[in-house]
């Protein structure tokens, strides 16, 4: 499974982006697609998650109410769409495939849940 992040760029606080992960090679080894973030000095940190069987959503508390994961599987692509955007939503984004169909939080928001990574897209958020 190869994983290709896009969509960073920089924005103004309160502006909105659309991040996007596209999947080759899926198989039902990606049960279950996350978002994580790293910020500078700070360790990654869960954000978002997606199960494709289902369309069901996990998000972390800071997401919650501003951010929106969903899937194309017509196009194996997962957006992360991040609206009300803070300076400290600033981080390089990840996406992230799982072989496990298991979407609980507990289990799903750490990054060794997760075996395959994409390469990462900066999210700069301006003050």
């Known amino acids: 499974v190869q994983l290709q992040a896009s969509g960073g760029g920089l924005v103004q606080a309160g502006g909105s982006l659309r991040l996007s992960c596209t999947v080759s090679?899926?198989?039902?080894?990606?049960?279950?697609m996350g978002w994580f973030r790293q910020a500078p000095g700070k360790e990654r940190e869960f954000v978002s998650a997606f199960r494709w069987s289902d369309s069901k959503t996990l998000y972390a508390d800071p997401a919650k109410g501003r951010f929106t994961v969903s899937g194309d599987n017509a196009k194996n692509t997962v957006y992360l769409q991040m609206s009300s955007l803070k300076p400290e939503d600033t981080a390089v984004y990840y996406c992230a495939a799982s072989g496990s169909p298991i979407l609980i939080m507990r289990i799903i928001m750490s990054a060794s849940a997760f075996g395959s990574w994409g390469q990462g897209t900066l999210v700069t958020v301006s003050s």
């Open positions: 090679g899926r198989t039902f080894s990606s049960y279950i």
